[in-house]
């Protein structure tokens, strides 16, 4: 399979070249169509334009060195020099054969990658994003074969290239029950306030409109009746009054030429279209379209209050529902993105890993081994995403002040793809050739456990760390050394208060013993030094008769 091999790993490519193709299309269809074969090349058919299209080829082929505007200038360039020589049609088939032919190996790349052919049947069936891509051929031939205006639908395929159009198109489908059933309450007021218009207020359902110039026909697609006839006919029918205050206009016809307004309500079912299309459409509601009333009409506090009533329930309240809920939702899926970008680029997919997410990588990577029961394999991008929303591991900050960045930890140390073609190597290898750690992680793989993956682990960390504790210990040292220091000098000063104490104690007990010669059993200066510490105690002489003498006593 070396031909499907390099067709798979080029499907990016061949993605980029079909929308490109369908761009180019589009664009000459929007200039020349509708076009005739004999006049295709009639503007272009000067020597002056055949002259500016060579020099356009040459600045083409020159910006190709330049690596600035890519192949796209000289493809245009060619594009122009096939309308100059085959015609508008010709270049528009063999464009649209180029890009059938593209899509149709970029389908091949698609299988190859996803291995759909060989999960049967019903795989194929559910994978949308085949089905897309089948349904893309299929416009292409229908562009190719049956009309050129096939080919704006291929545009659409925009939205599947870029994810913000798509997260567009998802704000309205994720949450499609709740904008359904808020459209649905709003069908039901428009037909409440239809109903309410046709029975008190079908006078005032008068439209202006612009007939086309040779439309003489009076049958009606909704059978409105016309005139002013048909409408008291109408209304006697239904056994209401149809004469009032209010003056009906008539359908006039004068010089060929009709009246340019007309009754929108003779009937209840045009009554609904009418308030369902001008009066969803309208910033004031249904009242702008109505004909405007006199305030000395009996029937203008009506008027006002079912102006008033449609305007802010079903245009503030209804619709502003819908919008809401769509740009909210809009709102979280842009928040999602950011949120899988930032973990994305903050965090390391092989050691922030956790259990349960190992579990899913388990059933994405590893298939069954009943071919009975095929089932869909996760891609290995889709199963990370999973994985980074759910993962509580190593993040970018540990790695600062590092030996190692960020970067290259997860291109180096923990690069996922050596993982994973480390599994296809064990999957493909021979058992006999295998090696101690290949046995042990083909048991692990088989047993459907990822325990061998370094979660929350990282070599770059283990020798930091280490270094880490080396140094704590060179600081704890150094401060050990240093309190030491300061203990051995209050040590000295302390004897050194201890010999001052003792020196003043003898010259304190020479001069007392001169005044009481017969009561001295102590020293004068009794020094207490508790615990090691530097407190001086001074005591009163222990004497038989009474205190210390004072001043008086001397």
């Known amino acids: 399979m070396p031909l499907i091999y390099w067709f798979s790993r080029r499907m990016t490519l061949w993605g980029s070249i079909s929308f490109n193709l369908a761009v180019f299309i589009n664009i000459i269809i929007a200039f020349f169509y509708p076009y005739v074969e004999g006049a295709s090349t009639g503007v272009l058919d000067s020597p002056l334009i055949s002259l500016l299209f060579w020099i356009l080829i040459c600045f083409s082929i020159a910006a190709l060195f330049t690596k600035s505007y890519s192949i796209r200038p000289l493809i245009v360039a060619l594009i122009l020099r096939s309308i100059y020589y085959l015609g508008i049609g010709p270049t528009l088939n063999i464009l649209g054969a180029l890009n059938l032919t593209n899509k149709i190996v970029f389908v091949v790349s698609f299988v190859g990658n996803r291995g759909t052919f060989i999960r049967g049947y019903k795989a194929m069936v559910m994978d949308v994003e085949f089905l897309y891509h089948v349904g893309y051929i299929l416009t292409s031939v229908l562009g190719l074969f049956a009309h050129e205006l096939f080919y704006s639908i291929l545009l659409f395929d925009l939205i599947y290239r870029e994810e913000t159009l798509f997260n567009v198109i998802k704000s309205v489908t994720r949450n499609g029950r709740s904008i359904l059933l808020t459209a649905l309450l709003a069908l039901i007021l428009v037909y409440l306030f239809s109903i309410v218009g046709f029975l008190f207020l079908k006078d005032d359902f008068i439209l202006e409109v612009d007939r086309l110039p040779n439309n003489h026909s009076r049958a009606s697609p909704l059978g409105m009746p016309h005139g002013t006839a048909a409408f008291v006919g109408t209304c006697s029918r239904d056994k209401m009054d149809c004469v009032s205050g ?234 050990l050394n240093s309190t030491m220091k300061l203990v051995s000098h209050l040590t000295a000063q302390l004897n050194e208060l201890k010999e001052q104490c003792l020196h003043e104690d003898e010259a304190a007990r020479d001069v007392l013993v001169g005044w009481f010669p017969s009561g001295i059993k102590s020293g004068v200066c009794d020094t207490l030094i508790e615990n090691e510490g530097l407190v001086l105690t001074l005591t009163s002489s222990k004497h038989p008769e009474g205190p210390w003498p004072t001043a008086s006593a001397e």
Not at 281 to 294: E, F, Q, Y
Not at 317 to 333: Q, Y
């Open 246 to 479: 209010v003056s009906v206009p008539e359908v006039l016809e004068e010089d060929g030429e009709l009246d340019s307004t007309e009754r929108a309500c003779d009937t209840l079912l045009m009554c609904i279209v009418t308030v369902m299309n001008h009066g969803l459409r309208n910033g004031g509601g249904v009242g702008d379209i109505l004909r405007k009333p006199s305030k000395d009409e009996s029937l203008f506090p009506a008027r006002v209050v079912y102006d008033l009533l449609f305007f802010f329930i079903v245009i503030i309240i209804v619709l502003n529902l819908i919008f809401g809920v769509i740009i909210d939702t809009f709102a979280d899926l842009r928040s999602e993105k950011q949120k899988k970008e930032e973990i994305l680029k903050t965090t390391c997919f092989i050691c922030a890993v956790t259990q349960k997410a190992q579990n899913e990588l388990s059933e994405a990577l590893i298939p069954r081994t009943n071919a009975s029961t095929p089932r869909k394999p996760g891609p290995l991008q889709q199963v990370a995403l999973q994985w980074f929303l759910k993962a509580d591991g190593l993040e970018r900050d540990k790695f600062d002040n590092k030996t190692v960045s960020f970067e290259e930890h997860i291109k180096l140390e923990h690069n996922m793809w050596n993982y994973l073609y480390f599994i296809v190597l064990v999957r493909v290898k021979n058992k006999t050739d295998y090696t101690g750690p290949e046995s042990y992680v083909a048991q692990m793989i088989k047993n459907k456990n990822l325990d061998w993956f370094p979660r929350m682990r990282a070599m770059s960390l283990v020798s930091n760390e280490g270094e880490g504790e080396q140094n704590e210990i060179r600081i704890l040292q150094d401060k």
